[in-house]
């Protein structure tokens, strides 16, 4: 099984400490930036940065559906949720950019391996950067 990963980055105007506030708030920010893609969002326990758990549903096609229970880990500017139920991990890094910052979104797992697997790593990540778009661009319109 070879590793799979998609990455997306956004430049913000807003402070990185506001930024990265507003990222490990998974009680109610979360909500508000996910796209489409994310059915069935619940905090577990916490809500509030390291210790929080988070499930959802990705909807990464019609077809392709995760079923995720995130463990969040905050570390300096990093946050990094890793699902319980695969090898899937999501790190959120925010760093200062001038007055503002720029966050980056990277998405990892292991994949299939086969013909299976080869297509699933040369389209998956096309799919699931789409996805972090329009997450990065709902944190925009809430932090900006």
Request: no cysteine.
């Amino acid at each position: 099984m070879a590793q799979v990963s998609a990455s997306s980055s956004i430049q913000l105007a807003a402070a990185p400490e506001r930024v990265l506030a507003a990222l490990a708030d998974y009680e109610t920010v979360r909500p508000r930036i996910l796209s489409d893609h994310y059915t069935d969002y619940r905090v577990v326990s916490g809500g509030q940065g390291t210790g929080t758990v988070a499930r959802w549903k990705l909807h990464a096609t019609e077809k392709r559906v995760r079923d995720i229970e995130a463990k969040v880990s905050v570390s300096g500017s990093t946050i990094t949720e890793e699902d319980a139920n695969s090898t899937l991990v999501t790190t959120w890094s925010v760093v200062p950019n001038g007055t503002g910052s720029t966050v980056v979104t990277l998405t990892q797992w292991k994949g299939g391996s086969g013909i299976g697997g080869f297509f699933e790593r040369i389209f998956a990540p096309l799919g699931l950067r789409k996805i972090q778009q329009q997450v990065l661009e709902n944190l925009r319109r809430e932090v900006d």
